[in-house]
């Protein structure tokens, strides 16, 4: 680089001396074809004549000479090369840097594609391996189809929500102050008791997707035949809620008591109601609607069914909402002995209970002490 800067130089100088040799030479031919200005003029015109040779001279010189290869130099010594010889660097430099990413990525996405086929071929490999009898994992015995695996029987953590100690509720993010909630064995997900109670009373469909369905809820807690059931504390009058009028027949004895109830109420008062109905058949204000009521009573038989099934219709619909305002009754009593009967197992309260039945059952063991003494 620095030797083709040298020699530009020299070619540089080498045209500038050339530029006031030929200025000489053209001088010196003018004056030989005309006379010069020293003899046929005066001191001001050889004065003026002087002064134009010396511009003329000057611009020459301050002309810039365009060299070999495209490059200008100018009386300041400017080189433009350089610049181009950079751009140049810099545009080969990009193009391998991109060419570098392209090849890259293509080795990427080879790497990819040699991966994926080892995967399959391993698998097809696995598959045709456990057909002849080789002990291997195949995509059948790793796999595990939804709702195959059943939900898993566990046992239930009671705990009393406070004001100081509140907690987390499932169904309704923060259980009431006072109240017990209950968890599984071992975790933190708990639930207000009222509200798990009388969830799996109205909609028990949704009690184990609480818990995204891992546990048997209702087979561990709520069912007789299990040992982590909660019913095992309520007692006799528990075991009367629960069991015969809620659970009874799917709910048939609380129906048919209910039915029983309504026909004691009506006979009852059948007397009232056999004095009632006859003072207002032979009353005044009634058969003045005669002519209301009269073509219902000698329409034809189609009309009078139809009035007959609208008739039961509605006695039926009041008889079910009836029905499900004394199960909602009966679903608050049953919150409130499994609120009073279910122990605690977390807390300082479960601590006390313990140490009162440990009371209990020592006070017991001294005195069947002292009866066998006597």
């Known amino acids: 680089m620095t030797m083709m800067i040298c020699h530009r130089y020299l070619l540089a100088t080498l045209a500038i001396a050339l530029s006031i040799e030929r200025g000489t030479a053209a001088g010196s031919h003018s004056s030989w074809r005309r006379p010069s200005c020293n003899s046929f003029a005066t001191t001001s015109e050889n004065t003026r004549c002087a002064s134009s040779s010396s511009s003329i001279t000057d611009d020459a010189l301050n002309l810039p000479l365009k060299l070999r290869g495209g490059s200008t130099i100018a009386d300041d010594g400017e080189i433009t090369d350089e610049e181009e010889e950079e751009d140049e660097e810099e545009e080969e430099q990009r193009k391998i ?20 086929l080892y995967q399959i071929r391993s698998t097809y490999l696995s598959e045709m391996l456990a057909l002849r009898g080789v002990p291997l994992p195949t995509i059948t015995s790793v796999s595990t189809a939804d709702g195959d695996k059943p939900p898993e029987k566990v046992d239930w953590d009671c705990a009393m929500c406070t004001e100081e100690d509140p907690k987390s509720c499932l169904y309704s993010f923060d259980a009431e102050p006072n109240t017990k909630v209950v968890a599984p064995l071992g975790t933190d997900q708990w639930i207000s008791l009222s509200a798990l109670n009388r969830l799996r009373r109205t909609d028990p469909t949704k009690v184990e997707p609480m818990w995204h369905s891992r ?12 040992e982590f059931s909660m019913l095992q504390h ?3 009058k528990g075991f009367l809620v629960s069991s015969v009028l809620l659970d009874g027949g799917n709910g048939l004895v609380l129906r048919s008591l209910l039915i029983m109830t309504v026909l004691s109420v009506i006979i009852t008062l059948m007397p009232l109601l056999e004095f009632i109905v006859g003072r207002m058949i032979v009353s005044a204000p009634f058969w003045a609607q005669w002519t209301t009521w009269g073509r219902v009573v000698r329409a034809g038989f189609p009309l009078k069914l139809l009035l007959g099934q609208l008739a ?5 619909t009041t008889f079910s909402k009836l029905e499900n305002n004394v199960r909602e009754y009966i679903v608050d009593m049953e919150c409130e002995i499994l609120e009073e009967s279910v122990p605690l197992t977390v807390g300082v309260d479960s601590v006390e209970e313990e140490e009162e039945e440990e009371d209990v059952s020592d006070e017991e063991e001294v005195q069947s002490e002292y009866d066998n003494l006597d």
């Open 234 to 236: 309520v007692g006799v």
């Open 215 to 226: 546990y048997s809820i209702l087979k561990s807690w709520f069912a007789d035949e299990s």
């Open 97 to 116: 840097q991109q060419q570098k990413k392209e090849e890259f990525e293509k080795l990427s996405k080879y790497r990819t594609e040699q991966q994926i």
């Open 312 to 316: 039961w219709k509605g006695v039926a």
